[in-house]
Nanobody, 126 residues
Framework: VQLQASGGGLVQAGGSLRLSCTASGRTFSSYALGWFRQAPGKEREFVATINRSGGPYYAGSVKGRFTISRDNAKNTVYLQMNSLKPDDTAVYYC?????????????????????WGQGTLVTVSS
């Protein structure tokens, strides 16, 4: 599976962006999907995930502001980001995993994802 993320850009605090991640291959619906982000000098952190048959699940820092969704017909996963804050500035990565485990100890770990996109930069100005 190859993942291609897009939709990043520069936005003012309080604004919105929608990220998209399109996958190649015919088995998109069989994967759980996630978004992570990495700010300069920090480790990559979990943002949101949506399973094949459950979820979605969010990091506490984005819950209520971000929404993850998927369109299996288009092989695409989205991340709608509202009420953006300067702390949301990061490179955002989409990822896919075969295991549909819904425990937070599993879906929040980068090592449990099998495929990664190239990342798209989101910059939120104050």
């Amino acid at each position: 599976v190859q993942l291609q993320a897009s939709g990043g850009g520069l936005v003012q605090a309080g604004g919105s962006l929608r990220l998209s991640c399109t996958a190649s291959g015919r088995t998109f619906s069989s994967y759980a999907l996630g978004w992570f982000r990495q700010a300069p000098g920090k480790e990559r952190e979990f943002v949101a995930t949506i399973n094949r048959s459950g979820g979605p699940y969010y990091a506490g820092s984005v819950k209520g502001r971000f929404t993850i969704s998927r369109d299996n017909a288009k092989n695409t996963v989205y991340l709608q980001m509202n009420s953006l804050k300067p702390d949301d500035t990061a490179v955002y990565y989409c990822a896919a995993r075969r295991n549909d485990d819904s425990s937070s100890n599993y879906y929040a770990r980068t090592s449990n994802y099998d495929y990664w996109g190239q990342g798209t930069l989101v910059t939120v100005s104050s």
